[in-house]
Structures are given as C-alpha cells and as structure tokens.
C-alpha cells in the first residue's frame, strides 16, 4: 500500500477542543459601540478652556452653584467642545480644588459663530457657541477703523443668527462720523466711547439677559471695556505700536464673564484680538443678508441676480449709479461685491 493511502479506521478523530485559536493581541475583551447613558449626568456651561480642560459652571444661578474642573470624555475625541457649549459631566461634579469631572454629552447650539483663517480656508475655526448678541468694538483712531472688517462680522453675524452690535471707541482722537455713515441703513445699535466718557449704563442695559461675543481688532480698547464691565476679570490691556499701527494680543484665549448688576445679569465672551475674519465656512447666499440696506433694495433684482458689477438689470447697481444712495450706498456695494467676488 503506497504512502497515500490511507485506512478510514486508523483516521484520528477532533473535536472542538483540538482548534489552537491565537489569542488577541489588544486583550480579549470584545469591542462593543454601546455607551453607557450616563443617567446620572449633571448638567453644565462651559465658560473656558485652557490647553484640553474646561472651566464648566454647574447649578448657574442656583445655592449649588459652583465651577469646575472637566476633561472630555474619550466618547468626544472627535467632537469640539468650545466655550458657551452646554454639557453633561459625570464624574467628580464637586468643583473641589484638584478634583476632574468628564464632560460625556455636548447639548444642541442653538448658535455658533465662526471664523476661517481666509476666504479660502473650508477649515473652520469655532469662537464660541449659543451666544445671542456680538458686539462689534473698533477704535475710531489707533488702529484705524476697517470698513471691510466690520462687513465681515456683520457677515458672520448674519450666518450665525446672532444680532450684532457696535461700540466705537477713542472718539476723543477723531471723529468717527464718516465711519459710521458707511452703516447708517442698517438695524445696528451704535455706542461711542471715549477717553472721557464710556457710556457703561448703556451698553449695560443692552447685555443684560444675553450672552454677548465681544469681537474686534488687537488694540482698539475691547479688554479695557471688558475690564470696565466686568472689574474682576483683569484681562489684560496691550499697546498699539507706534510704527505699525497694529494691537498686540493679549487676549489669548475665549472666555465667558458674568456681569451682575442690580437691573439683572448677562455674560460678556471676551475673544482674542483679530486682524482678518475668513468667511470660508459662509453660505454666500447669506451675505446679502448682512447688508440690510441693500437687501431691501435687491427685492426687485430680478431671479437669479449675482449682484456683481456686471449683473444685469440688477437693481441695486441701479440705485447707486442713479445717486439714489449717495457715496455711503457706493461704498456699502463695494463692500459686498467684494465678498461676493470671493465666493462667485
């Protein structure tokens, strides 16, 4: 009988308990996508971070109330969690000192303001969530006003759903007027501010009851009236350089402040300092939006008007060069042609 053959009586016999299985590398444990519910979670606002933690306030407004110390769960690795984000942490809640709580859920944003380094760059970059009002602060003087600045907040503004506001500060070194025509026909509250008088009460009143974004230009004077504001958050207050004509930052991070008075309290964001605001992430049809006056006007364009120079029988091109708007409309379609440019 050749070495092939084989008798079906000497054939060995296997079970179950002869297969070698190799063991995982990673352990034994099965992997599994179920997350605990976290049932017990407590609720919380995020007011800051600072290099991957987060001050979040529990029990706002409570006897309870106090701030602590977060980290994000591993769950969020790929979700941002950013000031003014409302939460659910599990964990060491206490807020004692060295204690770390872990934030496992981040609520809807009823809003979120953002920006992009340049017009071309898809890549947002997230400034702070559910905020209702931003306040728009340029220096009438050193650094001087940018019109086209100002356009791209109120772009962002628009994009965002959160109604703008505008503080023109150091108005004892020029007059700001002929800066401000440029929004004239525009639902824009307007503050002026001055070495002499800062008109606190005001801008008081119009911060109660909401979460405002302060915004604006290194130097113009937006830490100083945060300070003034909010006397015990000591941010700090940069020089204008001489030379260039450009703030330093000194902001350097996103940071929400409660302001109490005796009418109510509010929360002031105070952001970093910027030089450019990109509008990578706006849908262009919005910025026509943030040009109210113009909007109006572009109610009897006809289907499908780009807006742009070269649009025909557009009819705010039509207004303006019939002088029906003045140098201040020229201006104001100068500005939103140049951000429809970016986008056509």
């Avoid at 008075?261 to 105070?270: M, N, P, S, Y």
């Avoid at 939006?289 to 807006?307: S, V, Y």
Wanted: hydrophobic share 40%; charged share 30%; aromatic share 4%.
């Amino acid at each position: 009988m050749s070495w092939w053959d084989t008798d079906d009586d000497d054939e060995p016999e296997f079970d179950e308990s002869d297969v070698r299985v190799r063991p995982s590398r990673r352990g034994s444990r099965p992997r599994t996508k179920t997350r605990p519910e976290h049932a017990d979670a407590v609720p919380g606002t995020v007011l800051g971070v600072d290099r991957g933690r987060y001050s979040v306030l529990v029990d706002e407004d409570d006897d309870d109330e106090r701030e602590l110390t977060a980290a994000r769960a591993s769950e969020l690795r790929r979700k941002s969690v950013v000031t003014g984000d409302h939460v659910d942490l599990v964990g060491e809640t206490s807020g004692e000192p060295g204690t770390l709580a872990r934030i496992v859920r981040v609520g809807e944003r009823a809003t979120l303001l953002r920006r992009s380094a340049d017009d071309t760059d898809e890549v947002e970059r997230v400034i702070v969530a559910n905020a209702d009002q931003m306040l728009i602060v340029v220096a009438a003087a050193n650094p001087e006003p940018r019109i086209r600045l100002v356009d791209r907040y109120l772009v962002a503004a628009f994009d965002a759903g959160i109604q703008p506001l505008l503080v023109i500060t150091k108005t004892d070194l020029a007059d700001p007027d002929e800066f401000l025509a440029n929004f004239s026909g525009l639902d824009l509250p307007v503050f002026r501010s001055s070495a002499e008088r800062m008109p606190l009460d005001e801008i008081t009143a119009a911060l109660i009851g909401h979460r405002t974004v302060f915004v604006g230009h290194s130097g113009v004077g937006k830490s100083t009236l945060v300070n003034a504001l909010v006397p015990e958050a000591n941010r700090a207050i940069g020089q204008v350089n001489v030379v260039t004509g450009r703030g330093r930052h000194t902001s350097s991070s996103t940071i929400s402040l409660r302001l109490r008075t005796a009418a109510g309290t509010g929360w002031v964001i105070d952001t970093p300092g910027v030089r450019s605001f990109g509008l990578g992430h706006v849908n262009p049809a919005n910025i026509l939006g943030a040009f109210t006056d113009l909007a109006r006007i572009a109610e009897d364009c006809p289907r499908g008007c780009t807006h742009l120079p070269d649009a025909p029988d557009c009819a705010i091109n039509e207004a303006v060069a019939a002088g029906e708007l003045g140098e201040t409309g020229r201006a104001r379609l100068d500005s939103l042609q140049r951000l429809l440019t970016t986008f056509a």
